[in-house]
């Protein structure tokens, strides 16, 4: 079975950065996006950044594009989410997820969810 383990998440200052890291372990074979979402408190999850495995394609929200960089190593089956000019209303729980395909609501494609890692933004 598919497993996503996130780390990296911690307390950090508005403006700062951190990096999140999901190792991802079992079967390949609907490894075909793995991607970020995050859930801030009293709100519903939502998509951050996914990239393809196979062409390095990325996808960004609009809220953190230009500030975030989702990137891949396929060696360490670990996908990294470089979080930069952090803001406060990045605090959220972040999760790794895997899917097959992109959906733009719901599960939003993924068939796989880390637990989630906590990154907390001060102001």
């Known amino acids: 079975q598919v497993q996503l383990v996130e780390s990296g998440g911690g307390l950090v200052q508005a403006g700062g950065s951190l990096r999140l890291s999901c190792a991802a372990s079992g079967p390949t074979f609907r490894r075909y996006f793995l991607g970020w979402f995050r859930q801030a408190p009293g709100k519903e999850r939502e998509f951050v950044a996914a990239?393809?495995?196979?062409?390095?394609?990325?996808y960004y929200a609009d809220s953190t594009k230009g500030r975030f960089t989702i990137s891949r190593d396929n060696a360490k089956n670990t996908v990294y989410l470089q979080m930069s000019s952090l803001k406060p209303e990045d605090t959220a729980v972040y999760y790794c997820?895997?899917?097959?395909?992109?959906?733009?609501?719901?599960?939003?494609?993924?068939?796989?969810w880390g637990k989630g890692t906590l990154v907390t933004v001060s102001s």
């Open positions: 990239i393809s495995w196979s062409t390095d394609t990325t």
């Open positions: 997820a895997q899917g097959g395909r992109i959906r733009w609501s719901g599960d939003y494609g993924m068939d796989y």
